[in-house]
């Protein structure tokens, strides 16, 4: 076991230890603090029509832990995703597969340090949570079991697990990492239906990987009983009151934990330590050229059949044609434009044009609210690796070297990412423009240059392509959930259209300006 | 065109100095840098290269302030740095396009210029193949061909043959030789065959300052008539070791051949004196600094 602690603490420090995990950091804190907002506040993090709890100890401990497990599990994933493969990147793993350690024993150090990451995060949510207790509350006293306890039994089994799943979407899914977002996301989907289904039996409950539809139950059932109502609709996350109608209160003392509750997180546990031993036994212990690269070996095997050894003749350089300087743009947008479409696989755009097609058919709220953030999220990969694929590939010494780096080289960059967006955009911008639209034009266009400006800034101030990823997820997963602060395609109606515009237009040329600066840096220090 | 490097200091932060008061005027020509891990010669370069920006000091190139004015240089650099990479999905044709855009090279002529390079760099027949799945040499000599797109004047080699066999390390040398009658080339290597076989001029760096520039006759001429040689028993080396400086040892049935520099001109018994090499002067050098 001593080895494993050893990975473990080596592979905590080595991603703990970067600008990504400190502004993740810093975000998470920002979050908690939001999680129990101002009585004055139009959102509310767990809403049951109208009806919201006094900030005693229960309500702010339980709301705060179910915020941290429901959004922790969800952005923690793209969080702590790739450790396998960042072994595989830097050639560590060759390493690792020669020593004695079993498949096992590394998979185990990999799902423990997964679990580190994210339990330093809730660590953090978790003491702000207390904080806001006193910030927020007056008049109830202060249980420390009222926090402790909820983050144990919700917060600590889903992170286990949300770190396992991770362990076995790299064993099983290779490098194919919007394949494994996409299969997270949809049994994250398929949990969080869980939690708001009304069923509330045995099997609900251990069916129930975040736990926490024993609280909102509970919640449910005190608000049903104090008003006499017949609430059903409990909602998680951040929801606006855009009516600006004032909340009913009531008084909820937290959940009488039974028996059987804790049994069924125990068993999460359990299947987590099962998923990460099932896992071991299709570890391809770093032998992924094999596994991986079978088919292209072959390929290039039968194409050195084909060539002809030729002597080595030298480079004469009286005798190359002479250099005629061109200073433009225009190669370097066509060469991004072609990574970007190269970068993944092939059979990625298949899904991409299938979207897209859809796009061209469905009604236009839902190809502009839900297909068109949609279809752009499915470029995560080419939007975070936009800016950052040269230093990840080691090419960041020729480019920063190059002629004027930051007028040519950045520019082109993020021209081609633009112009990628608006071609995936265009079926939702054709249908504009043939209804006379204009409006909805120009918040796609400023939409597009959002999020390639907010792929350069974030990927350019971080180094790395991970924290955008998770911020675009969020950003994504918060545009279809129609949440208006995160509206940055313009979609939901504006009570003043032009404002929006204007705002959009400021947030790029903040965007794009802190990229070029830092950037600008960043070329003279290497 | 003199490369005049003065008094340029690099510091990381507080504790660590990549250079210390550098000053070198480097010619067209060969100069090889010599030093250990961490003597500062790729800092150097990378000075050089405009990459990295010293925290004092100033670098002339024909008398234009490099540091304040770096597209000076830029337009007429070769670069090869020593952990670069490739774009794994491009092929060869395809990369030096876009490093050619980089430096501004463009016109009819590029592809037959990228043509004759890749075939210099004998990599023809594996042009249209993805470089990701090229071996170390050939991304070694993809560097290569990237290096001379442009036509440079100023050339900057950080490891240049690492990964490469020994024919390519001989065509590597004979390149260098044909390039140097135009061009100021700055080669670092540890070894230090190579920079003998190549460099008109070697600068010995230690700890981020400059030991000795000189043509290596003049830097060999250091350690000339201190090299010995003699045969030692096994258990003899470790005391041998406390009063010369051994350059090499190799077995020899039951003795060990010990090749040494005297530090104050007296040879141990039995010793015979042979001809110092550039590598005998490094190991001088640096030892003593």
Known sequence: MRYIYSIVKADYLQRTRSYAFLITLAITVYAAYSFVPPPTASYTTLNIVGYKGVYNSAWVGHVSAMMTTIMLSLYGFFLINGGIKKDIDTEVGLIVATTKISNFGYLLSKFFSNFLVLLTIMGCTFAVSIVMFFVRTTGYPFIISDFVVPYLLFAIPALLLVSALSVVAEVFLGKRSILQYILFFMFFGTMLANVTNLKNDNTAIIADAFGVRTMTSSIRNKVNTQYHENVAAINLGFTFNSHKKAFRTFVWNGVNWTGFFLFSRFLWICIAFALVYFSSFFFHRFDVKQRFGKKKKALIKDHMQDVKITAPVGVSMAALPPVVADYGIYPFIKTELLLLIRQGSKWFWLITAGVWVAMLFAPFNISYGYLLPVIWFLQVTRWSELVTKEKFNRLHYFTYSSYKPLQRMLPAQMFAGILLALALALPVIVRSIVTLSFYPVINIINGAIFVVALAACIGIVSGGKKLFEIIYFLLSYCVVEALPPADYLGAIPKENPLAYVFTMLLLNTFLILTSFTVRSYQARHL | ?289
């Not at chain 2, 070769?78 to 490739?86: M, R, S």
């Not at chain 2, 590029?110 to 090229?134: C, E, H, Q």
């Open chain 2, 1 to 289: 065109m003199p490369l005049e490097i003065k008094h340029v200091t690099k510091k990381f932060n507080k504790d660590k100095t990549g250079l210390a008061d550098y000053s070198i005027t480097i010619d067209k020509g060969v100069l090889g840098l010599l030093g250990p891990n961490g003597a500062g010669k790729s800092t150097l370069m990378k000075i050089i290269a405009t990459i990295s920006k010293p925290t004092e000091g100033t670098v002339f190139l024909d008398g234009v302030d490099i540091v304040q004015h770096p597209d000076n240089i830029r337009k007429i650099l070769g670069y090869l740095p020593q952990d670069f990479g490739v774009y794994p999905n491009l092929n060869a044709y395809e990369f030096l396009e876009y490093i050619a855009a980089m430096k501004g090279v463009g016109g009819a002529g590029l592809r037959k210029r990228i043509d004759m390079l890749l075939d210099g760099v004998n990599l023809t027949a594996d042009a249209k193949r993805p470089i990701g799945s090229y071996s170390g040499g050939m991304k070694q000599r993809i560097g290569i061909a990237q290096a001379l797109l442009n036509d440079p004047k100023v050339l900057i080699f950080d490891e240049p043959t690492v990964g490469l066999d020994p024919e390519e390390r001989v065509r590597f040398r004979q390149l260098i030789s044909d390039l140097a009658d135009d061009c100021i080339i700055i080669l670092s290597s540890h070894i230090v065959s190579d920079i003998e076989t190549i460099a008109d001029e070697v600068a010995i760096m230690k700890n981020g300052r400059l030991l000795d520039k000189a043509i290596q006759p003049d830097i060999i001429s250091k350690v000339e008539g201190r090299v010995f040689e003699t045969l030692l028993d096994s258990g003899e080396l470790t005391t041998f070791k406390s009063k010369y400086l051994v350059i090499n040892t190799s077995r020899q049935k039951e003795k060990t051949k010990v090749r040494y520099i005297t530090k104050n001109n007296e040879m141990a018994l039995d010793s015979t004196a042979v001809n110092a090499t550039l590598e005998d002067a490094y190991l001088f050098l640096t030892h003593n600094a």
